[in-house]
């Protein structure tokens, strides 16, 4: 095989004297005369040996293409300029595109070279290859096995969203590229075993010819993003300093309360609050069952008990009717989650903790309960900064709430979470403040700042307490993102969500969800859209045929009793099917601050062709 291979190198990298023709003419014929590398014929299967495959990749690294009949205008030499070669009626294009997708990459390098291009006649392949990151390709009516059929309809539905028509045989042509497949043979012929189509002309690829990837939801960084941070850093405080401070009395601020605790994420702040107040083995916490695992993982970490209960089927959030059936003498929380960032029912809620004849169910078994004297209700509102109920914001309608300041939320900080401390004046809110400053650092009586000013080095740990502090690095992030959240932020989200509802409104099999009424507004977080009638398999493999589109899709979420877990603690989604129905039919679409209108026209079109 090294002689071989040594051989065909001295060919092509002759001295030159060879003219480019008779050098590929002499490449193709020492191929020709190596039986050892021809086509071995099995059962009208052709299958090229290893040795082949190293031989024909080592010619495309060197950019020769050859065929049963070679023309000089048939060499394509590295770094040629852009134009069109012809040979007989078949033409190669070479673009100086900077850039193709390894789907299609790997597609043609799965058909055309391992094992999947044969002819009666060897070597009627005419090329693939990559030259300066272009891909181009010409196959002289060679049969293909098509052994994979879901490749075939990938190609498909690339070639027609790109403007492609299905003329005849399920040839697709385009004005300006021309023929892509000829006399390509119809799904039924596909997919039979051992099945063949055609391919007699040129495959065509530039920057253009996918589209751009849409992702789900990245987070907005910029520079001015970039700028915050480096001033951070440069300044010495990347621990907790004064841009948390900062951002906490911003919060505090913006959704019209006194104090603000920022912790590295809103699962600390939530099991922060139930350490807080007490939850501990024996007690239950009502939460529902259609939500992240991160609501009831908390009350798990505090040897408690969730009790999970239905939502409504309009709106995904948690069901007051089933609240009340599910207090006991043992209920110390309500977790309501504002899903997809639209508020609960927050005066319902707290007119049912008030009722007194569930105030007389509540056995408080610490002073702060007792202070308290109801079931404390501490909102999830992971997804809703900026939300509003009757008025007033999110983190001004519970007790206590607490945000997610996750990279795919809103507002992001990277990772973080701040805690909305509401409560009545029964509690000095100044003295919780620090309560809860001490607890999320070890317990310790300073922080580094405190601990900062010349002679003031020494602390008390009072508790062993836990490590969520957030960090300047991260809160610099959040003082420019809160500094534009509502008016570009959220103007923007709206944007999106009004423009996926004024289609999707319009099609009966669509159920969009509810975001806006007379005494809400929503986030705009998620954009949950339902489908009527389908199974959960069915909307999986929605989901999938639109990944083809490269268009990232996402569900919100598994029901807490679908996951392991929690199915393992006997908890059953047969109970929950309203959780269920909505899961089963729900889609999130892509929202984020990047999202241009060409590409919502791009989700809104290929969504609706499905």
């Given at each position: 095989?090294?002689?071989?291979?040594?051989?065909?190198?001295?060919?092509?990298?002759?001295?030159?004297?060879?003219?480019?023709?008779?050098?590929?003419?002499?490449?193709?014929?020492?191929?020709?005369?190596?039986?050892?590398?021809?086509?071995?014929?099995?059962?009208?299967?052709?299958?090229?040996?290893?040795?082949?495959?190293?031989?024909?990749?080592?010619?495309?690294?060197?950019?020769?293409?050859?065929?049963?009949?070679?023309?000089?205008?048939?060499?394509?030499?590295?770094?040629?300029?852009?134009?069109?070669?012809?040979?007989?009626?078949?033409?190669?294009?070479?673009?100086?595109?900077?850039?193709?997708?390894?789907?299609?990459?790997?597609?043609?390098?799965?058909?055309?070279?391992?094992?999947?291009?044969?002819?009666?006649?060897?070597?009627?392949?005419?090329?693939?290859?990559?030259?300066?990151?272009?891909?181009?390709?010409?196959?002289?009516?060679?049969?293909?096995?098509?052994?994979?059929?879901?490749?075939?309809?990938?190609?498909?539905?690339?070639?027609?969203?790109?403007?492609?028509?299905?003329?005849?045989?399920?040839?697709?042509?385009?004005?300006?590229?021309?023929?892509?497949?000829?006399?390509?043979?119809?799904?039924?012929?596909?997919?039979?075993?051992?099945?063949?189509?055609?391919?007699?002309?040129?495959?065509?690829?530039?920057?253009?010819?996918?589209?751009?990837?849409?992702?789900?939801?990245?987070?907005?960084?910029?520079?001015?993003?970039?700028?915050?941070?480096?001033?951070?850093?440069?300044?010495?405080?990347?621990?907790?300093?004064?841009?948390?401070?900062?951002?906490?009395?911003?919060?505090?601020?913006?959704?019209?309360?006194?104090?603000?605790?920022?912790?590295?994420?809103?699962?600390?702040?939530?099991?922060?609050i139930l350490r807080w107040f007490g939850v501990q083995k024996g007690d239950e916490v009502i939460v529902p069952a259609y939500t992240y695992c991160a609501t009831a993982n908390v009350v798990v970490h505090c040897g408690a008990k969730p009790v999970m209960v239905d939502v409504r089927a309009e709106d995904f959030n948690i069901n007051i009717q089933n609240i009340e059936k599910a207090i006991t003498k043992n209920t110390k929380v309500i977790i309501p989650v504002d899903f997809a960032g639209f508020p609960c029912d927050y005066d319902e809620i707290s007119q049912l903790v008030n009722n007194e004849n569930v105030k007389q169910k509540f056995i408080p078994r610490t002073e702060i309960q007792e202070k308290l004297g109801r079931i404390l209700i501490l909102s999830d509102a992971a997804h809703s900064i900026g939300a509003t109920y009757k008025g007033k914001r999110t983190g001004a309608l519970a007790d206590i709430t607490v945000f997610s300041f996750h990279a795919v939320k809103n507002l992001t900080t990277a990772e973080g979470g701040a805690i909305c401390l509401n409560l009545s004046p029964v509690f000095n809110?100044?003295?919780?403040?620090?309560?809860?400053?001490?607890?999320?650092?070890?317990?310790?009586?300073?922080?580094?700042?405190?601990?900062?000013?010349?002679?003031?080095?020494?602390?008390?740990?009072?508790?062993?307490?836990?490590?969520?502090?957030?960090?300047?690095?991260?809160?610099?992030?959040?003082?420019?993102?809160?500094?534009?959240?509502?008016?570009?932020?959220?103007?923007?989200?709206k944007h999106i969500f009004d423009r996926y509802t004024e289609v999707f409104s319009k099609y009966e099999r669509f159920e969009v969800p509810v975001y806006e009424t007379d005494i809400k507004t929503s986030s705009y977080h998620v954009y949950p859209l339902r489908i009527k009638n389908i199974t959960e398999s069915e909307r999986d493999t929605i989901i999938q045929q639109i990944a083809q589109y490269n268009i990232s899709l996402n569900v919100h979420f598994i029901p807490l009793p679908m996951l392991s877990f929690y199915k393992s603690r006997e908890y059953n989604i047969e109970n929950f099917p309203i959780a269920y129905q909505n899961y089963a039919r729900e889609i999130s679409l892509p929202a984020y601050y990047g999202l241009t209108d060409e590409q919502v026209r791009r989700v809104i079109e290929v969504f609706s062709n499905i």
């Open positions: 095989m090294t002689i071989i291979k040594n051989e065909l190198q001295s060919i092509i990298l002759g001295n030159g004297q060879i003219g480019k023709t008779n050098k590929l003419k002499a490449v193709q014929t020492f191929l020709r005369r190596n039986e050892n590398i021809c086509y071995e014929c099995s059962d009208k299967k052709f299958i090229k040996k290893e040795e082949e495959k190293q031989l024909l990749n080592f010619a495309f690294t060197q950019n020769f293409f050859f065929s049963g009949e070679i023309s000089e205008d048939l060499f394509v030499a590295e770094g040629a300029e852009q134009r069109v070669y012809r040979y007989n009626e078949y033409q190669v294009i070479k673009t100086n595109s900077a850039f193709f997708y390894k789907t299609w990459l790997d597609y043609f390098n799965n058909l055309l070279i391992h094992n999947y291009f044969f002819s009666a006649t060897a070597y009627e392949f005419l090329g693939f290859s990559v030259i300066n990151s272009s891909l181009f390709a010409v196959v002289k009516q060679d049969f293909i096995a098509a052994r994979e059929v879901t490749k075939i309809n990938l190609v498909k539905c690339l070639l027609e969203y790109n403007g492609f028509s299905n003329t005849r045989n399920n040839d697709y042509y385009n004005p300006e590229l021309g023929i892509i497949f000829e006399d390509l043979h119809d799904e039924n012929v596909l997919s039979r075993e051992q099945a063949f189509f055609f391919i007699d002309t040129v495959f065509y690829l530039t920057d253009n010819f996918f589209p751009t990837p849409i992702p789900f939801s990245p987070p907005r960084i910029d520079d001015k993003t970039i700028d915050a941070v480096t001033a951070a850093l440069q300044s010495g405080w990347i621990t907790t300093g004064p841009r948390v401070k900062e951002f906490e009395k911003r919060i505090a601020q913006y959704v019209s309360i006194e104090k603000v605790v920022c912790v590295n994420s809103a699962s600390a702040g939530l099991e922060l809110q100044d003295e919780i403040y620090k309560e809860l400053c001490i607890k999320s650092l070890h317990g310790q009586s300073k922080d580094a700042l405190s601990k900062s000013q010349i002679g003031n080095w020494r602390y008390d740990v009072c508790e062993a307490g836990y490590k969520c502090n957030m960090t300047d690095i991260l809160a610099a992030i959040g003082l420019v993102e809160l500094e534009r959240y509502e008016n570009d932020m959220l103007v923007k989200r």
